[in-house]
């Protein structure tokens, strides 16, 4: 299965800063997934991120507030803007594999706390 | 909407005995998969066992088994011979099987805290 590097793994940033968490995978990946995990929750997708086109977020995401790039089928960043406390979170991105492969692979997760 | 249900929101086990976890999802689809996932306090989401909906077996992967039951829209995952590495947040999750919009995304339960008691 593929492996993920997920950046940073922790960080702590002022309230009106924005932070990019970066995942770069070792094989080629068709959909990549970014989610978020609120203190003591479950996951909640963010958007999926497909090379060549714009991120399709879910209801409650907003591209100014989450942009997201995927530049190549290899990486994928994705920065959270105009911070606020209610923005910490463990965020954490997922790649779908292959087609014929229906397993999901994730990052280590970054831990973001905005004060 | 699919949606996956986990109602234990804690649980905990003896060192070496078995443990099961619940799990029910609500879906108007007939295919799909459904996945168990750990994570452990180093937050790294590690995929314990998967099952195809269309397959009656259940799936197995060592400790762990699964005992599904599509009429019920049940999954629920037994540890056998529970460790203390076993200790972590148990997370039930749902994909349908056909492409579409969202389809190939994950819908997780809330988790279940499972601690293993020495």
């Known amino acids: 299965s593929a492996v993920i590097s997920q950046k940073p793994s922790r960080d702590i940033c002022q309230r009106g800063t924005s932070l990019t968490i970066q995942c770069q995978v070792d094989?080629?990946?068709?959909?990549m997934f970014w989610y978020r995990q609120q203190p003591g929750q479950s996951l909640t997708l963010i958007a999926t991120?497909?090379?060549?086109?714009?991120?399709?977020?879910e209801s409650g995401f907003v591209i100014d507030k989450f942009p997201i790039s995927r530049p190549n089928l290899t990486f994928s960043t994705l920065t959270v803007s105009n911070m606020s406390p209610e923005d910490s979170s463990i965020y954490l991105c997922?790649?779908?594999?292959?087609?014929?492969?229906?397993?999901?692979?994730f990052g280590s997760g970054t831990r973001l706390t905005v004060v | 909407a699919q949606t996956v249900t986990q109602s234990q929101p804690e649980m905990s086990v003896q060192e070496a005995e078995t443990v099961t976890l619940s799990c029910t999802y609500d879906?108007?689809?007939?295919?799909?998969?459904l996945f168990w996932y750990k994570q452990p306090p180093s937050r790294q989401m590690i995929l314990v066992i998967r099952?195809?909906?269309?397959?009656?077996q259940n799936a197995t992967e060592n400790r762990f088994s699964v005992n599904f039951q599509k009429a019920a829209k049940s999954f629920s995952l037994k540890i056998s011979d529970s460790q203390l590495g076993d200790a972590a947040m148990y997370f039930c999750a749902y994909r349908a099987l056909y492409s579409g919009a969202g389809s190939y995304q994950l819908t997780f339960g809330k988790g279940t805290k499972l601690s293993v008691i020495p």
């Open positions: 094989s080629q990946v068709t959909m």
């Open positions: 991120a497909n090379q060549g086109s714009e991120a399709t977020y």
């Open positions: 879906t108007s689809e007939s295919d799909y998969y």
């Open positions: 099952q195809e909906a269309y397959k009656q």
């Open positions: 997922s790649v779908f594999p292959d087609i014929q492969n229906y397993g999901y692979t």
